[in-house]
């Protein structure tokens, strides 16, 4: 999470692909990095508009936040590691630019730009307004540690709510509003009506939506499965005991089941004994296919069966 945001000059992606080129119906698209310096332009055939890049967002893939005539514009298209290459940026597909200034990209409000800022960057925005100047690229120590009351917001305004020191005593609700200031909470999905598998980006909608998701029960948190300090695990198996603390015979008993309850474990899978989340947490793209997601909505998976929301 610490390279979400990259200052100026410090680019690998780009650097490793100094000329990325595409053409978007009448537009042609160009990066071009030189040592340090990457300019993106945008061409009708006759004029040109260059830009200097200046914040490069993504890990994988990279989206330009530009500035032009003192407007904030985030780039049109997007390098995706997966294609290698440029096209639309993720939820741009629609625009439609009625001349060159405007296939830039999409202009964004100041109101924007700082929440942009607020999730991929530390000490971006102080009391409501932009501070370059004491900006630290990344997710860092601060988002998470600093600070001392706190609430916890379902409403992000750019301002970032750090975590309480007590972090790991939170329920799994609590947990999931926390990540979810960036990651986007259950109700910021459910309030913006978006559907499809465009969600399957926003964890903690999806993992409220399964089955296995008790707001009071820690073994189902964001924290059971992943250390935030770390890269996130890239092998099935290692997800198994965060299952089997709920889905085996020796589980401790369900909370929901209550203090008299007969059942006492979740239910047992009678197909397979590892490799849990490779059935039931299956890689998903989204609609424009060059970005994967793990589905949290944690379920049985039907073959042909339409993406649940
Ligand atoms: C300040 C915003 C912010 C908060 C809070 C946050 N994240 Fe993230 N997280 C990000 C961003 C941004 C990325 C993507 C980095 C990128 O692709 O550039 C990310 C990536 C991740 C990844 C993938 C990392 C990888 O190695 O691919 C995991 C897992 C993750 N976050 C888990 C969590 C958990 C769990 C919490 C809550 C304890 C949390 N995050 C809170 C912003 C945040
Ligand atoms: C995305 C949020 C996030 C970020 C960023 C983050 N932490 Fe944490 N940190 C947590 C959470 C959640 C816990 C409690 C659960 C755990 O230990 O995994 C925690 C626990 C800790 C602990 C206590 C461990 C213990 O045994 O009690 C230390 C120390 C710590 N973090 C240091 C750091 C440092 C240093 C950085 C920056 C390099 C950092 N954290 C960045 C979320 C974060
Ligand atoms: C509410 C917090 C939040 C805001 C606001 C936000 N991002 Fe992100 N962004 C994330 C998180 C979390 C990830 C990692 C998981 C993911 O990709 O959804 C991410 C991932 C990305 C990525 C990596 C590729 C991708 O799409 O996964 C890019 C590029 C990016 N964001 C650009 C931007 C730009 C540009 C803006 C402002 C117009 C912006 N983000 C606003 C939280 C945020
Ligand atoms: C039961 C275990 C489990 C829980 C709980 C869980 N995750 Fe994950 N998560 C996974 C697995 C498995 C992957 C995929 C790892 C891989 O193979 O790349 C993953 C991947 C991710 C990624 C990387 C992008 C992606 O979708 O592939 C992010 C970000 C993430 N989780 C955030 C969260 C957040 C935020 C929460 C809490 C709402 C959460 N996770 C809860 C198991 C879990
Ligand atoms: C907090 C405890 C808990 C954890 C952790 C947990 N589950 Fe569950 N899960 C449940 C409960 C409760 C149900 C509801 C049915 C039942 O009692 O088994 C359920 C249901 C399921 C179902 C059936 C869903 C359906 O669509 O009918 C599957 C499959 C499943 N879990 C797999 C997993 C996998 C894989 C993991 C790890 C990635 C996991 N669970 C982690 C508690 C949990
Ligand atoms: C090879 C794919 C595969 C793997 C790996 C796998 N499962 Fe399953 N699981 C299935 C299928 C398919 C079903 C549905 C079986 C049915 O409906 O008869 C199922 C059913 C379940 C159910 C619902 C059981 C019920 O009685 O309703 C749970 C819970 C579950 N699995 C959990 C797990 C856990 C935990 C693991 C890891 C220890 C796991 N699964 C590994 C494919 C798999």
């Known amino acids: 999470m610490g390279r979400a945001l990259g200052l100026p000059g410090a680019n690998p992606v780009l650097k490793d692909n100094p000329k990325l080129t595409v053409r978007k119906g009448p537009y042609t698209y160009t990066v071009e990095t030189h040592g340090d310096e990457s300019t993106y332009s945008v061409s009708d055939g006759t004029r040109t508009i ?3 890049i200046h914040w490069n967002f993504g890990a994988g893939a990279q989206t330009w936040v530009l500035e032009r005539n003192g407007h904030q514009y985030e780039s049109a298209v997007s390098f995706y590691p997966s294609i290698p290459g440029l096209d639309f940026t993720t939820g741009d597909e629609d625009l439609k630019p009625r001349n060159l200034d405007e296939a830039i990209g999409r202009e964004i ?10 999730c991929h960057a530390s000490n971006a925005v102080t009391n409501g307004k932009m501070t370059y100047d004491t900006l630290r690229p990344g997710v860092t120590c601060e988002h998470c540690h600093a600070g001392t009351t706190v609430h916890l917001s379902d409403s992000f305004n750019g301002d970032f709510d750090s975590a309480p020191p007590d972090l790991r005593k939170r329920s799994a609700e609590d947990i999931s509003n926390f990540c979810g200031q960036c990651h986007r909470t259950w109700e910021t999905v459910v309030r913006n009506h978006w559907r499809g598998e465009l969600t399957v980006r926003f964890q903690p909608y999806r993992l409220a939506n399964s089955k296995c998701f008790d707001g009071a029960d820690a073994r189902i948190s964001c924290i059971a499965c992943h250390d935030p300090h770390v890269d996130v695990a890239r092998q099935d198996s290692s997800y198994d005991p965060q299952c089997l603390a709920c889905h085996s015979s020796t589980a ?29 947490m299956p890689k998903v793209k989204l609609p424009n296919g060059h970005m994967t997601f793990t589905d949290h909505q944690i379920r049985i998976v039907k073959p042909g069966e339409p993406f649940p929301n």
């Open 252 to 280: 401790a008993p369900l909370i929901s089941s209550g203090p008299d309850s007969t059942k006492v474990h979740a239910k047992i899978c009678s197909t397979a004994k590892a490799d849990c989340v490779s059935c039931h």
């Open 50 to 52: 260059s830009v200097p």
């Open 109 to 118: 409000e100041l109101r924007e730009t700082k929440v942009c800022f607020g």
